[in-house]
């Protein structure tokens, strides 16, 4: 294991009883300075993940190291902020109070607590009960309970849940902002959108198992050309001829190319002087969220193999 990740998994695995095998032989990297995105649907075992990762369970088999160290390890645990579940704030304390125990318990000094309320934009409600505060309020208090230590490490299990569009593009906001220098971040979620637009890396699973790992580009793969002309076949078959243009399949009427698309002006005058009439020439490119419903369905379809997931 090296140190150039902050998370390494290999072989990650919790079974919680003879039925349910919630996290699978997980082997995961989460390179340092990286946003990394765990996501998958409801029940996948993003949760757990995260609890063996923080040291609140303990692996049935397989193992991790966080920032090189043992999960859950004083060593560990001093560079890590984790927010996983609904932190336990007092209803009846402030949000600064709130924030004060648990920074006397971390043997974090009292001037932080101005620091990490200014981050999470929380400097002037913190004086208000922790029982007042909105639903966004109450994960930017998690999110500055997580800070405390100034960790070079943030685990946030659903950052966004709970939140109303405004919310969630704010605690983006806060996401990107953190992640400024050497810090990195894994973060669960299942919304795709969110994802995409602040994740360097992704990972998802499904049923315990990770499915898939990459760049966002990765998972998307190659972009697409789609071609509409008349007539399709004289279309068909110049395209066919063409060096650059890497894969063709037809689809309900019309070409899907994988080519270089700067040179889909190229390919329109090649069309055009062979008296091709072309009526669509657009670039396309598969979403995250269709990967990913991909795999999510492949999987039901009966990918799954042995004795897994049935909680
Ligand atoms: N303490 C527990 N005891 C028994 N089963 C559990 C326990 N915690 C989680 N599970 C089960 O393990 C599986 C994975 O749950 P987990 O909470 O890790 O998923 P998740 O991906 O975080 O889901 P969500 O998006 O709903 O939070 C589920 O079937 C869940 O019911």
């Known amino acids: ?146 800070l405390l230590k100034d960790p070079e490490l943030l685990i946030l299990d659903e950052p966004t849940s709970g939140l109303d569009p405004e919310g969630i593009a704010e605690m983006r906001d806060f996401v990107r902002q953190l992640t400024q220098g050497e810090r990195t971040v894994f973060l669960s979620s299942h919304l795709m959108t969110e994802v995409e637009q602040i994740c360097d890396r992704i990972g998802i699973i499904r049923r315990g198992r990770l499915v898939a790992e990459g760049t966002l580009d990765e998972l998307r793969g190659q972009p697409e050309l789609h071609l509409r002309a008349t007539p399709i076949d004289r279309a068909r078959r110049m395209v066919e001829s063409l060096p650059y243009v890497e894969r063709l399949i037809a689809d309900d009427g019309k070409l899907v190319l994988t080519m270089d698309l700067q040179r889909a002006g190229e390919l329109n005058r090649q069309l055009v002087s062979a008296d091709v009439e072309v009526t669509e020439l657009t670039p396309a490119r598969t979403s995250l969220e269709e990967v990913y419903f991909d795999l999510v369905q492949a999987e039901q379809a009966g990918d799954v193999e042995g004795d897994t997931y049935r909680g």
Do not use: C, W
């Not at 040291?55 to 560990?76: E, H, N, W």
């Not at 007042?132 to 998690?142: A, D, E, I, W």
């Open 1 to 146: 294991m090296t140190m150039d990740f902050a998370i390494e998994t290999d072989g990650l695995t919790k079974r919680y009883s003879e039925h349910i095998l919630a996290v699978d032989g997980v082997t995961l990297r989460v390179r340092r300075g990286e946003v990394y995105g765990f996501v998958g649907p409801n029940g996948a075992g993003k949760t757990t993940t995260m609890r063996m990762l923080v040291g609140l369970i303990r692996p049935s088999a397989g193992q991790a190291r966080v920032l090189g160290k043992p999960p859950g390890s004083p060593d560990s645990l001093a560079r890590v902020g984790a927010m996983i579940e609904a932190p336990g704030f007092y209803p009846f304390l402030s949000g600064r109070d709130n924030l004060r125990v648990m920074a006397r318990h971390a043997g974090v000094p009292e001037k932080r607590l101005d620091a990490v309320l200014e981050q999470v934009g929380l400097a002037d409600r913190a004086g208000d009960p922790f029982g007042t505060y909105s639903m966004g309020m109450k994960q930017r208090l998690g999110l500055a309970a997580a």
